[in-house]
T-cell receptor, first 114, second 117 residues
């Protein structure tokens, strides 16, 4: 069975500082990995995804993530955050052998302070 | 274009009642998902439709939960004999790459907040 652990429930950070949101997954098969963002009062939207190939994935709004198979991690990073990045971030995993099920982590609330 | 829409946005019901939650996916999207999100948790998979058929319903918690998608577009999640533990936000998502389901980006609706008193 697959699982996702987001290591921080909340991350407070000052504007223009760098940020890393941590995600670890557990799976016995090859996986696809996703980061979704949920802004206040909006639906989840895709930030980026890793399917195969280059382990460094770039997404929207200046975010990037690195797939590390040996550490089973897919941490999300941004070199300089803005107030508008305040949102809930969800890491998710799926696979070809998991049916069509996508497993989401519990989420990390990023709070950007002025 | 229009995104995924869900109605109602909020639903308050009494324990034991029956409820229906509706999802209108993005036009042309063949894949549709239902999730349940409890407070402080991530979305929890309930069911996946490819076209009109439920290709994976392994996430439905029990037989009180049922979902249909009779014409391959709009879907309805039905909950019988609601319990207080059913209170959550129910999310719907759609995708236009049904055959590549596990790899596909999902487009989420705003959710229906269900409160069972």
């Amino acid at each position: 069975a697959q699982s996702v652990t987001q290591l921080d429930s909340q991350v407070p950070v000052f504007e223009e500082a760098p940020v890393e949101l941590r995600c670890n997954y557990s799976s016995s098969v090859s996986v696809y990995l996703f980061w979704y963002v949920q802004y206040p009062n909006q639906g989840l939207q895709l930030l980026l995804k890793y399917l195969s190939g280059s382990t460094l994935v770039k997404g929207i709004n200046g975010f990037e993530a690195e797939f590390n198979k040996s550490q089973t991690s897919f941490h999300l990073r941004k070199p300089s955050v803005h107030i508008s990045d305040t949102a809930e971030y969800f890491c998710a995993v799926s696979s070809n052998t998991g049916g069509f099920k996508t497993i989401f982590g519990a989420g990390t609330r990023l709070f950007v302070k002025a | 274009g229009a995104g995924v829409s869900q109605t109602p946005s909020n639903k308050v019901t009494e324990k034991g009642k029956y409820v229906e939650l509706r999802c209108d996916p993005i036009s042309g999207h063949t894949a549709l998902y239902w999730y349940r999100q409890s407070l402080g948790q991530g979305p929890e998979f309930l069911i996946y439709f490819q076209g009109t058929g439920a290709a994976d319903d392994s996430g439905l918690p029990n037989d009180r939960f049922f979902a249909v998608r009779p014409e391959g577009s709009v879907s309805t999640l039905k909950i019988q004999r609601t319990e207080r533990g059913d209170s959550a936000v129910y999310l719907c998502a759609s995708s236009d790459k049904g055959l590549a389901g596990p790899q596909a980006e999902q487009f989420f609706g705003p959710g229906t907040r269900l409160t069972v008193l």
